[in-house]
């Protein structure tokens, strides 16, 4: 069974502060990478892709992916209220599948 | 842009009955997909679709079934619906030219008494 594990949190910061969402998976051969946004009540957005070992910066978000420790991470810099949302993380997991994380909740308080 | 419909977005319905679910989408997406949505269980792949006529199970396809008559839409239908099916579910597309990005419909909160 492939996984993909996530904090549920939620986790709280302040607003300017930077939020660090973390994911793990467990097929080694994954190659795709995703963050969606999810607002309660709405349908989940994409955020950020990443296929490469390393750093991928897109504005405020930067998607981050060490492949040898199977680790995802998506950094929001200057965290706003507007941010405040559950952060799924989704890998790929077959030919044109997708694996998603249960979620993180994060808040960001003004 | 990508834009994926579904028929409603919220839905109540009585155990036993028959229900039907649309997906539409208006560009040539080949791939489209059900999940449904429960807290504490995320995101559940129901059925996906590769093209037209062509279905392939999920990870929880009991109990659902599923209709692909035409590229731009794809049915999930309850066949008898009971209360441990009140759910959002959400329907994706993917356009395989493009990437393996998957992209979301508003959703269908549905509700079976």
């Known amino acids: 069974q492939k996984e993909v594990e996530q904090n549920s949190g939620p986790l709280s910061v302040p607003e300017g502060a930077i939020a660090s969402l973390n994911c793990t998976y467990s097929?080694?051969?994954?190659?795709?990478f995703f963050w969606y946004r999810q607002y309660s009540g709405k349908s989940p957005e994409l955020i950020m892709s990443?296929?490469?070992?390393g750093d991928k910066e897109d504005g405020r978000f930067t998607a981050q992916l060490n492949k040898a420790s199977q680790y995802v991470s998506l950094l929001i810099r200057d965290s706003q209220p507007s941010d405040s949302a559950t952060y799924l993380c989704a890998v790929n997991s077959g030919y044109s599948t997708l694996t998603f994380g249960k979620g993180t909740m994060l808040l960001v308080s003004p | 842009d990508v834009k994926v419909t579904q028929s409603s977005r919220y839905l109540v319905k009585r155990t036993g009955e028959k229900v039907f679910l649309e997906c539409v989408q208006d560009m040539d997406h080949e791939n489209m997909f059900w999940y449904r949505q429960d807290p504490g269980l995320g995101l559940r792949l129901i059925y996906f679709s590769y093209d037209v006529k062509m279905k392939e199970k999920g990870d929880i396809p009991e109990g659902y079934s599923v209709s692909r008559e035409k590229k731009e839409r794809f049915s999930l239908i309850l066949e008898s619906a009971s209360t441990n099916q009140t759910s959002m579910y959400l329907c994706?597309?993917?356009?395989?030219?493009?990437?393996?990005?998957?992209?979301f419909g508003p959703g269908t909160r549905l509700t079976v008494l």
């Open positions: 097929d080694r051969v994954s190659q795709s």
């Open positions: 990443i296929y490469s070992n």
């Open positions: 994706a597309i993917r356009r395989l030219a493009v990437s393996d990005t998957q992209y």
